[in-house]
């Protein structure tokens, strides 16, 4: 009997499997398996992005037309924000505090108002980029997407804002004298550049804002501080007459400053060279592509993390 069911026992058992032994990773690699949420390559990475351009655009879209839509006055509220902004700075800094003195009659207040709005382009992006992950959880849970198209649409939706917002900016710099020449042309590769480096920036404060949260409620203040270091309301140049130069040259050459002197510099004809830093042109490039380029591979470094526990 023992004999009988030992021989079947030898009859019905199977060979030793050729994956016997193996671990978890080499049976993956073996069989081409990867692990689900894993990042991609950056190569990868970018060819993902690129196949959800379509997604990006329609929802900067959609954020940008839904930003104001349960106010009264709707998107009007994307130009009226900054300009009440303006008449506030100008008061203050422009009645009494005396900061357009050294400036031609009548270009202060262009001077002001492109401040205003294009340094609301790099805080939107930025305050948009720390919220981006965390405001969105349940999307990133529900949907398998690259995590960069939230903050790369945020600096669109921002940018769709400004665009909008330049046509008040252009009426106000024809009303005060400047009339349209060559140099406005220059706007367009300034504000392109400036995108590029805002995109980065959300990105480097998407992967932070993700991590902690509570970075937001810090934001306003670093963004208030850095507004009032990059000349927003005054002259660089003119308020720190006397001051060591080094202090002026620091403050002129950060990307505020840069992209808001380019601007002024193009729209405002009294706005000269001498008001510019040396090689400023070499400066925004350079700050678009470390921070653009550095932003996103922070960012991506970090993509299998997000919306985990």
Do not use: C
Not at 99 to 116: D, E, N, S, T
Not at 124 to 129: D, K, N, P, V
Not at 182 to 210: C, E, Y
Not at 226 to 237: P, Q, T
Request: proline share 6%; charged share 15%.
């Amino acid at each position: 009997m023992s004999d009988t069911t030992h021989d079947g026992a030898l009859a019905t058992s199977k060979p030793p499997s050729e994956d016997a032994g193996l671990t978890p990773a080499e049976l993956a690699r073996k069989y081409g398996l990867s692990v689900s949420g894993a990042r991609p390559s950056l190569g990868g990475y970018v060819r993902e992005l690129w196949g959800r351009r379509h997604f990006i655009m329609a929802f900067s879209r959609a954020k940008l037309v839904a930003q104001y839509s349960e106010a009264k006055l709707g998107q009007i509220w994307q130009v009226a924000t900054p300009l009440l902004n303006a008449l506030v700075y100008y008061l203050i800094f422009g009645l009494i505090l005396n900061a357009g003195r050294g400036m031609p009659k009548g270009a202060y207040i262009p001077f002001l108002v492109i401040g205003i709005f294009v340094f609301s382009f790099t805080q939107s992006s930025l305050m948009a980029g720390v919220r981006a992950i965390p405001g969105n959880l349940g999307l990133v849970r529900a949907l398998h997407f690259p995590r960069a198209s939230l903050p790369i649409s945020f600096s669109l939706q921002q940018l769709g804002q400004l665009l909008y917002s330049m046509i008040v900016v252009l009426v106000i710099v024809i009303a005060f004298g400047n009339y349209p020449r060559l140099s406005w042309l220059l706007v367009i590769p300034t504000l392109a550049l400036q995108f590029v480096f805002n995109t980065g920036l959300a990105l480097i404060f998407g992967r932070m804002g993700s991590k902690t949260p509570d970075l937001a409620q810090l934001m306003p203040f670093i963004t208030r501080t850095w507004m009032y270091a990059s000349g927003v309301m005054f002259s660089i140049g003119e308020m720190l007459k006397g001051k060591p130069h080094w202090i002026a040259d620091v403050l002129q050459w950060n990307p505020a400053a840069i992209y808001m002197d380019l601007v002024r510099f193009s729209l405002i004809d009294s706005y000269g060279p001498h008001h510019l830093p040396p090689h400023v042109w070499a400066f925004a490039v350079g700050w678009a592509v470390v921070i653009g380029a550095g932003g996103f591979v922070y960012f991506w470094k970090a993509e299998e993390r997000y919306g985990r526990g």
